[in-house]
């Protein structure tokens, strides 16, 4: 398969996603940096590419372009089954998905950088309420991921069974994003224990904000 090209800022945690992915199925690519607080992604150039201005965008050797990193991820799975990111059964892969996306779908979309910026310019929040949101709304998330894994029978060592998976990925990644904010773990045995698994994996280190080229 030709190279990739993975536009992407070190701390984010949907580009964190997508480079865990590529590393699990020990896909090569070029990676782009992109800085989101010195407005890089809103530059002309990268317009061109991404009209939407967000990161990641994987673009392709035909030189197509996917963005969002849940459906990234899922064509990865697809065009490079091994290691399998989805269960095989339907079931499976429903739950998997549901838990992916009470992070990626709930948690996140509140908490990216541009809604913490926009709270500040349309709203005069200071340091400490932006905090206070983020808090607020990963543990709105947090408290019911960790009841299901807790109370379910198909949770193992990761989020589903004893591989890691699309969900342990989402997990990885928010729980990286949220320790920058000092959210307390202590509530959250189960969803440490699976992010710790998840960290003792070479894919999830190599893929780690600290390990990226643009990492400050």
Same mark, same amino acid.
């Given at each position: ?7 992407? #800022? ?16 020990? +896909?090569?690519?070029?990676? @782009?940096?992109?800085? +989101? ?8 150039? #990268? ?18 372009? &996917? ?7 899922? #064509? ?8 399998? &990111? ?35 310019? +349309? *709203? ?6 932006? @905090?206070?949101? *983020? ?6 998330? *947090? +408290? ?59 894919? *999830? ?12």
């Amino acid at each position: 398969m030709s190279e990739l090209i993975l536009h992407n #800022y070190y701390r984010s945690s949907t580009s964190y996603r997508v480079r865990i992915a590529l590393a699990m199925k020990s +896909l090569d690519y070029s990676y @782009v940096p992109h800085h +989101l607080r010195h407005g890089e992604h809103l530059e002309p150039d #990268y317009l061109a590419i991404n009209p939407q201005g967000l990161v990641p965008a994987l673009v392709l050797d035909d030189g197509r372009l &996917l963005t969002q990193s849940l459906a990234i991820i899922e #064509y990865l799975d697809e065009i490079e089954p091994e290691p399998p &990111l989805l269960p095989k059964d339907a079931l499976g892969r429903a739950r998997v998905r549901m838990l992916a996306q009470m992070i990626a779908c709930d948690i996140h979309p509140v908490n990216n950088l541009r809604v913490l910026t926009s709270l500040r310019a +349309l *709203f005069g929040a200071g340091d400490e309420d932006v @905090v206070n949101w *983020f808090r607020h709304w990963v543990n709105e998330g *947090f +408290l019911p991921l960790e009841k299901i894994l807790a109370s379910s029978p198909e949770t193992g060592t990761f989020c589903h069974g004893d591989t890691p998976g699309l969900a342990d990925i989402c997990l990885a990644a928010q729980v990286t994003n949220n320790a920058r904010f000092g959210i307390d773990m202590a509530p959250y045995p189960v969803i440490a224990r699976i992010n710790a698994a998840c960290m003792a994996l070479p894919a *999830f280190q190599k893929a780690a904000p600290h390990n990226q080229i643009d990492a400050e």
